[in-house]
């Protein structure tokens, strides 16, 4: 069984910072593409990015690039989403999945998901 935990949301202002961090247990962590979504409050589920199990391919929403990155630690199970100029809009909460072996942004592809953490950007 897989199991994911999600950490470092919270409240900060526009153009802040906030890195999110996601604990994995369980095997295959480093086999295992890992992507972030988010759910704002009333709306759909959105894909935020993604990262293949090598490191070597990552995916973004046109909404975030230049402003989040997404990384990973294979040698300590965690994947991390740092979140630079942050806009009110990005507030939801954010959502770690471990999926398959491609990097994709459709949800229903990732097996794990963790409980979620909030993050909400102040004007």
């Known amino acids: 069984q897989v199991q994911l935990v999600e950490s470092g949301g919270g409240l900060v202002q526009a153009g802040g910072s906030l890195r999110l961090s996601c604990a994995v247990s369980?095997?295959?962590?480093?086999?295992?593409?890992m992507g972030w979504f988010r759910q704002a409050a009333g709306k759909e589920r959105e894909f935020v990015a993604a990262?293949?199990?090598?490191?070597?391919?990552?995916s973004y929403v046109d909404s975030v690039k230049g402003r989040f990155t997404i990384s990973r630690d294979n040698a300590n199970n965690t994947v991390y989403l740092q979140m630079n100029s942050l806009k009110p809009e990005d507030t939801a909460v954010y959502y770690c999945?471990?999926?398959?072996?491609?990097?994709?942004?459709?949800?229903?592809?990732?097996?794990?998901w963790g409980q979620g953490t909030q993050v909400t950007v102040s004007s």
């Open positions: 990262i293949s199990w090598s490191d070597g391919y990552r």
């Open positions: 369980g095997r295959s962590f480093s086999r295992y593409a």
């Open positions: 999945a471990a999926g398959g072996t491609i990097v994709t942004s459709i949800p229903s592809l990732y097996r794990y």
